[in-house]
């Protein structure tokens, strides 16, 4: 009887580690393969348990930057659900100094076990009514403070544009300017109502970010207006909670990336791509929206290629996942991205609409350039 | 009529901040404020929005290593839940470089609808049913990887060497090797047939951080079969699932950091002791882990006195909760950190107890130390 585990079937991890002066890299990687599993001195541990739980230094190579890349192996027997592969993946280890998550190969039967995008790239082109492969438009409603009917007015006038979605801002809650309810029935009628004019299919994503029980409740009160889609912060409800709505909604989701920035060291933490790209679209996002390069944030052109390309790419028969890059974006430069980004992807612009005199109609020029461009 | 907030109900978070090259320091401030509220530039906001929902940049000040100390006050109308206020004070911000909480004024009303601790310190205590104001000792059922009967085993003779609390390692969840239920209901049989032989209180706290609806499913089954506490990370689970906790069930919180530390940089993040201090007691831990001075994690012993100082000193009308040292504490050192912590504590021993020849037996002269000193 052999308790080793399916080395094809166990979550290798590759870390970047930057080693403190003494400190020596062999040890401090077999350091990390035992404090995200056994987490007791090897001493402590029987070989037969070592070799069933403990992660498995494969390989220690330097890198040109001082730094070492190790790739560690963890027994499929330890992981369990989504908090448990995030304790394992990035857990003890975030309260340890130069480590950083580059690189994830999941478990083929732990990608069996998740549920990836409900709808992807071509369910949500499909649920806008896109008709091409083309790029789609994303306005979002804010700022908070607004009362319901001024942000069902903005929703109006944006699907009236032919925007392909028209999104909450995700610091709109349930705040006594805006109640949930009563903001979600009248920027859905809204939006409804403009479709029915326009003959579109513009759809409203209210933000449902809560906790408990009123994410369940929000969830439904959005259903039963008649929305077919919802933006979640993953991060403020948790990983797991993304993957709750996907396997008990048949609601599309758009998830923010609103805190999700304490991970992103360049020697700490979890890979952008790792956690916006692979991790989201694990858990059940359609799109994930991320801080475009040359925006308000300091992501790199590289890095979000990255993340599209963990979005689009394969993963265990995932449906490719739409990427959303947004955070100031100028619409004078989307053109830009779409060349860049490739044309599977939405681009989502807040401020630069809100800067003009007339914000549908910097909206509708934008939709038409791109219609003009790629077709319905 | 006027829509100024109350601005001694406002979230004043004071930030520590790292200008670039020409980066000005009142305009990184004002852009937190804009970023965190309304999520647009100032000149898209009417002065009567501005004034009712933007953070406020009350101070700016120099320190002394170069970076800025600033407070903004953010109104307590854009605020809600937990999730919500998690987005306000470091949601989208995370994204950007050189931005750290260091500390918060929370708003009067925001604490009063949160629940804090419901046993606290001195209910903790009588669960474990000390009878003076001695520090607690917990102990950790690990590793995982082995059944549940060699786990129950371990809890039986933890809890006959007197070991106040007996926890679940954070990485056991419901693997294979001990499912859920089966390992609950050994253990906490083992750890109530210790009590029976030995006239003592010992609890024992299962891990219950999983997702829905697992999460109710195993807060029940730890209560049916008995258990008066359970442990949580709310990292991993969301903050406002351990709210959800305490506000729907009669246990015991006890709360683990793993994931925690993505947010605690020198220039970047939230401090530790708002995080694991303050939002955790917020929430309702009413014993909050932390790795200790000394062990195999970097925090220092000032980081740790702060973090004790937040979990027992004044926060609104809530109970002080329980500071867990862990981490690698050496067993041999305990009483070293009583004198610096006080009694007001639990020691969390691991791997020490295990590195011993007998690990109930260190359990049981460390247990006797501690009430030679503090009596029962």
Not at 9 to 15: A, K, P
Not at 134 to 144: D, I, N, Q, S
Not at 173 to 179: E, I, K, L, Y
Not at 349 to 375: C, H, K, M, N, W
Request: with cysteine.
């Amino acid at each position: 009887m052999s308790f080793t585990s399916d080395p094809l079937d166990s979550l290798r991890v590759t870390y970047q580690l930057r080693c403190a002066p003494g400190e020596e890299v062999r040890g401090k990687a077999t350091g990390i393969a035992l404090e995200q599993t056994a987490e007791l001195p090897a001493a402590c541990l029987s070989p037969e348990l070592r070799d069933r739980v403990v992660g498995r230094v494969e390989t220690v190579d330097p890198l040109p930057d001082g730094r070492w890349e190790a790739v560690i192996g963890y027994p499929r027997a330890v992981l369990d659900d989504l908090p448990q592969l995030l304790n394992v993946l990035y857990g003890n280890i975030s309260l340890k100094a130069g480590i950083r998550v580059a690189s994830v190969e999941w478990p083929p039967s732990l990608l069996a076990a998740l549920p990836g995008p409900r709808f992807g790239v071509d369910g949500l082109r499909a649920l806008c009514g896109a008709r091409t492969q083309r790029p789609l438009v994303c306005a979002a409603l804010k700022p908070v403070g607004l009362p319901p009917a001024a942000l069902a007015d903005l929703a109006y006038r944006f699907a009236s544009a032919g925007v392909d979605m028209v999104k909450d801002d995700h610091g709109l809650a349930d705040q006594p300017s805006a109640p949930f309810g009563e903001r979600v029935a009248l920027c859905q009628e809204a939006v409804q109502r403009a479709n029915r004019e326009t003959g579109g299919a513009s759809r409203y994503f209210p933000n449902v970010t809560s906790g408990f029980p009123a994410l369940p409740d929000r969830v439904a009160a959005a259903r039963g207006a008649g929305c077919r889609g919802v933006l979640v912060s993953p991060l403020l409800l948790g990983l797991d909670a993304m993957r709750w709505l996907t396997a008990t909604s048949d609601l599309a989701l758009l998830a923010h990336p609103t805190g999700t920035g304490a991970f992103f060291h360049s020697e700490h933490g979890i890979a952008p791509e790792v956690l916006l790209g692979d991790l989201f679209r694990m858990a059940g996002a359609d799109g994930v929206i991320y801080p475009n390069a040359g925006g308000r944030f300091p992501f790199s052109e590289a890095v979000c290629a990255r993340i599209n390309a963990r979005l689009r790419g394969p993963l265990g028969t995932f449906k490719p996942a739409l990427p959303v890059p947004g955070g100031g974006i100028d619409v004078a430069r989307v053109s830009y991205w779409i060349d860049r980004y490739g044309a599977d992807m939405m681009v989502l612009i807040g401020g630069s609409f809100y800067l003009q005199p007339d914000p549908a109609a910097a909206a509708a020029e934008l939709v038409a350039t791109i219609r003009r461009q790629f077709g319905g």
